[in-house]
């Protein structure tokens, strides 16, 4: 293994309803990078910045039920458009490997098939507060709506969670037509029991924007090796 810094400004996103997993498999796919040389950025939405961590509070506070959705709509943006001056584009200009929890997915699924807000209104809004950057891969980890809100919801439910659960079955739809619509960038990935075995398909999409040595495989079982090889 070699520990000569390797830049490759890479930009992949984490997409997924409650409860899905998505920090910890950013948190595998980082670890595995770093050893790999790889300079890799961790960020999650909203937050990842001192404004944007304040918006988060605001979004997520079940105090502020009341909200307007153009109103919800334009804080995830305005998080979103602090990230990306802040700290996305610049680690991308310096040849990083950004991994964000959530981006502009999440905003069509919740924001608009959710909530209801029109769809090119919601698509719009994303060009702007994404300052028009697309992710190069989206990893969209899939899990049954119920097992994911329960587990999400262990530690007390946030505005969003708290939300009910045919909501959070329009986010699940949502995404499934955002991926369906964008199969060229967008790659589902089906949890599986054990955390490992789900980075295992997780590095599976997105091994192709690394070299060889990043993406050599882990000794994995014939029985994950098959799901990832059925995997689209
Ligand atoms: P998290 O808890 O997964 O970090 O996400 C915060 C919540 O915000 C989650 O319920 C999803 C929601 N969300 C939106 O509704 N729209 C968005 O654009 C983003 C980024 C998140």
């Known amino acids: ?22 920090s910890t498999q950013i948190r595998l796919l980082a670890d595995r990078l770093t050893q790999a040389g790889y300079e890799v950025y961790c960020l999650r939405e909203p937050g990842g910045t001192s404004v944007g961590e304040q918006i988060r509070s605001i979004l997520l506070d079940c105090a502020n039920a009341n ?21 996305i584009k610049p680690a991308l200009a310096a040849g990083k490997v950004v991994l964000v929890d959530r981006f502009t997915d999440s905003t069509l699924a919740y924001q608009a098939f959710a909530r209801g807000l029109d769809k090119e209104l919601v698509n719009t809004s994303n060009i702007i507060g994404s300052c028009a950057l697309v992710p190069t891969r989206t990893v969209l980890l899939d899990k049954d709506v119920d097992e994911g809100l329960k587990k999400a919801i262990e ?4 505005r969003m969670e708290a939300e009910g659960r045919e ?20 790659v589902t990935v089906a949890c599986q029991e054990r955390k490992e075995d789900t980075h295992e398909l997780v590095f599976a999409a997105v091994a192709d924007l690394f070299n060889e040595q990043a993406a050599r495989p882990y000794e994995i079982s014939s029985e994950l090796l098959q799901k990832i090889k059925e995997q689209k």
């Open 1 to 22: 293994m070699s520990f000569e810094k390797k830049e490759k400004p890479l930009f992949i996103s984490f997409e997924g309803g409650e409860g899905v997993g998505k």
């Open 167 to 186: 909501f959070h079955e329009r986010v699940h739809e949502g995404f499934e037509y955002l991926a369906h619509r964008h199969d060229q960038r967008i």
């Open 67 to 87: 909200m307007a959705p153009i109103a919800e709509l334009l804080l995830y943006e305005a998080a979103r458009a602090q990230l990306v001056t802040e700290v």
């Open 155 to 158: 530690g007390g439910a946030d």
